[in-house]
């Protein structure tokens, strides 16, 4: 069992920044792929960044690609989601989520993470 807590959301201006964290439970943070995800009001939770277990690897989505940084810290057990030039678009509940299996790829699809954190809302404004 993973624990997540996501913290770091705030309310921002556009042209912003903020940093989110995620601190996961457990000692089987360092072995497995994490994910970051947002939902806007009235909308469907969406795909934003992952990092495979060791942070070789990242994946972005195209909203985000060259704004946002996805990075972890395997000996805090913790991952990050650098979020720079924020735009009012960008505002959502932003979660984090870990893959239940061990050194998977950076999964871009919601079914491939098995535990979530609680969100933290992100507010930009024009």
């Known amino acids: 069992q993973v624990h997540l807590v996501e913290s770091g959301g705030g309310v921002v201006q556009a042209g912003g920044s903020l940093r989110l964290s995620c601190a996961a439970s457990g000692r089987t943070f360092s072995m497995v792929s994490m994910g970051w995800f947002r939902q806007a009001l009235g909308k469907e939770r969406e795909f934003v960044a992952a990092i495979t277990w060791s942070g070789r690897s990242t994946r972005y989505a195209d909203s985000v690609k060259g704004r946002f940084t996805i990075s972890r810290d395997n000996a805090k057990n913790t991952v990050y989601l650098q979020m720079n030039s924020l735009k009012p678009e960008d505002t959502a509940v932003y979660y984090c989520?870990?893959?239940?299996?061990?050194?998977?790829?950076?999964?871009?699809?919601?079914?491939?993470?098995?535990?979530w954190g609680q969100g933290t809302q992100v507010t930009v404004s024009s």
């Open positions: 989520a870990a893959d239940g299996s061990f050194y998977g790829s950076a999964y871009g699809r919601e079914d491939e993470y098995d535990y």
